[in-house]
């Protein structure tokens, strides 16, 4: 495999990768920047991709299980909602609790349904989402570096991955340009001045774990419906916490967000590819290390390279109405 392949492959992994944790870091600067901090992508990430894999698998579409996947998603974030906005709970310990009753409850329904310990049945055609084949994808086949760039990095992904990177400028218009996002930011900033005002603290901090629950069923259904053909125990693999680093590492900025989940599939895809090579100097690298190298630039990068990242103001602080 020559370079230019390398590179290729490298840069279509990244793109593949990347999907789900710019849907959960978009998801997160929703509820995040209404005040809502959400440490349970990980739970509703997973929780959604379970449920995704079922439905597909027992009514053979596709729809129905991405369908299957947003509804208990969003169950799950009006979970946290009602805990940390009506009952003024705790938000951490609410967003744990979702990621262990997640990890538990995907593998005992799966058991208990499927007997395939923990798994859902493969999903076929139609159960599952094909990749897309872009206008004059053949016609540019043999075009020398046009075709194969066109080909890797621009046709054949997912729609998921199409939705992921469109809705990174249609969240900016969103958060920038819209009364709705306006507020959603001023609520996470001052929300005794966003109640002065005559607007509902509750209604918008709902609204924003809402989105972030309809983002996480997204990512879930990528992950069992698109990728790969059903669910596996712990299938999300931490990334719902790779997200919450990407998160941080852009600074609730949602073009930086998806810059940022970009870097963190290149660091994934490069691991992948450089696991059983033999590198100079150094040897074969061990694969536990290569499988671990994602988590461990994550730490460098937040630690030295982003400077001081300053959240809401309000955010992880419950709002009480004063009389």
Not at 161 to 176: E, K, M, R, S
Not at 209 to 223: D, E, K, N, S, T
């Amino acid at each position: 495999m020559d370079y230019f392949q390398i590179i290729l492959v490298t840069l279509e992994a990244t793109i593949r990768l990347s999907v789900p944790l710019i849907f959960a870091a978009l998801a997160g600067l929703y509820s995040e920047r209404s005040g809502i901090f959400d440490i349970g992508l990980e739970g509703k990430m997973l929780a959604a991709a379970f449920a995704g894999g079922a439905a597909a698998a027992v009514y053979g579409s596709a729809f129905i299980g991405l369908a299957a996947a947003i509804i208990v998603s969003v169950a799950l974030a009006m979970v946290h909602a009602f805990a940390s906005i009506t009952q003024r709970g705790n938000q951490i310990v609410s967003g744990v609790a979702i990621n262990f009753i997640a990890l538990g409850a995907t593998v005992i329904l799966g058991q208990a349904w499927f007997r395939q310990g923990g798994r859902t049945p493969q999903l076929g055609e139609g159960s599952r989402f094909e990749a897309i084949k872009l206008p004059l994808t053949d016609t540019l086949a043999d075009v020398p570096v046009i075709g194969p760039v066109y080909g890797s990095l621009i046709s054949e992904h997912f729609l998921l991955t199409y939705l992921a990177f469109a809705l990174v400028p249609f969240t900016w218009w969103v958060l920038y340009r819209t009364r709705f996002g306006l507020r959603l930011r001023a609520v996470g900033e001052n929300p005794g001045a966003v109640d002065t005002a005559g607007i509902s603290v509750t209604q918008m901090r709902y609204l924003g774990v809402l989105c972030c629950g309809i983002l996480c069923g997204f990512a879930g259904a990528y992950l069992s419906m698109a990728v790969a053909a059903g669910f596996v125990k712990g299938m999300t693999a931490g990334k719902g916490f790779i997200a919450l680093a990407a998160l941080i590492f852009a600074k609730w900025k949602p073009v930086n967000v998806m810059l940022a989940c970009l870097l963190f599939g290149f660091l994934d895809a490069l691991a992948i590819l450089l696991q059983g090579q033999s590198l100079p100097v150094v040897g074969e690298v061990p694969v536990q290390f290569m499988q671990a190298l994602p988590y461990i630039l994550t730490v460098i990068l937040l630690a030295g390279f982003i400077g001081k990242a300053i959240p809401p103001k309000a955010g992880g602080q419950p709002y009480v109405k004063e009389r």
